[in-house]
């Protein structure tokens, strides 16, 4: 362990854009590249999140159910052996055969649909109980999480439940360090931290239940509670998977992330500073444009 550590923390410096990295989309993988998938598998405070919502709603005993995005099944195996009826659809026909392989193998394959396709044009043939999706990135900049649940949830009860079902992005204004080529960075080592300055306000409130809109262009209030240079936003997001159970981000989803502002500021403690914020869910957070009024 003492060998591993060592090695560790001579290449923090090269891990610092690693996660990025691994959690770019990638053409050549038809999605993400296969450290991701791990890096997800392994995550038990993301997996138990969803792990406890299903406990909430009785492990979704008998009923009709819908996943969207599955990949390797990481969420669907803790509730599939409870379930009336699952609809899981899947995008990466890279992951087909293991899908299937599992279904057969674990005796699921019979109260199973596998749609391989895009989840933001499936038609569901009925209604279902739950609608599950953990299509989500840092603000849903990157992810396509609004789009497919504004899409799918008319595929849902009344009285149906939505996992997750509110984000709350969140932010506070810094100072970060980038190297040349760079724009913003997910945080996995706290010696990468930018030097916090403000508030932590609310950007905005994602309802998953009712939003349609997918262009975000707010003015949030800071207040400054240090003097010194600006010249980045701190990004959390908040995820409300039932009421109750939260899941405020960690290295393989949604991790608090920093990007640079539109030009670097210096503010005073004690002023009040406006950011605009102005970006579209699942296009890209390099598009993303933040900038102080």
Known sequence: MEEFFSKLIDNY??????????????????????IYYKIME????????????????????????????????????????YVKKAYLIENNPNVIPYIKEQLQKNGWAHKVELIHGDALKVELPEKVDYLIGELMSI?????????????????????GKLIPEKILNIGQLCEAQYEDG?????????????????????????????????DINVDV??????????????MYSWVQLAEGINFT???????????????????????TVTLNA????????????????
């Open 182 to 214: 760079h724009k913003h960075y997910p945080l996995m080592f706290t010696r990468h931290w930018p030097s916090l300055i403000t508030s932590q306000e609310v950007i905005n409130t994602i309802d998953l239940y009712k939003d349609t809109e997918v």
């Open 249 to 271: 981000g960690t290295d393989s989803l949604m991790p608090p992330t920093v990007t640079k502002l539109e030009e670097a500021k210096g503010i005073k403690e004690g002023e």
């Open 13 to 34: 410096p090269q891990l610092k854009y690693a996660l990025l990295d691994a959690q770019t989309f990638s053409q050549e993988h038809y999605g993400f590249p296969e």
């Open 278 to 293: 102005q970006y579209t869910y699942g296009t890209s957070l390099d598009k993303a444009k933040f900038s102080i009024r």
């Open 221 to 234: 209030p800071f207040q400054t509670l240090l003097s010194g240079p600006i010249n980045s936003l701190f």
């Open 42 to 81: 392994t995550d038990k405070v993301r997996v138990g999140a969803y792990q406890q919502t299903f406990q909430k709603y009785n492990n979704l005993k008998d009923a009709v159910v819908c996943e969207a995005g599955v990949g390797r099944l990481a969420l669907t195996q803790h509730f599939l052996p």
């Open 139 to 159: 603000y849903c900049a990157n992810e396509y999480q609004v789009q497919i649940f504004r899409h799918l949830r008319q595929f849902l009860k009344p009285e």
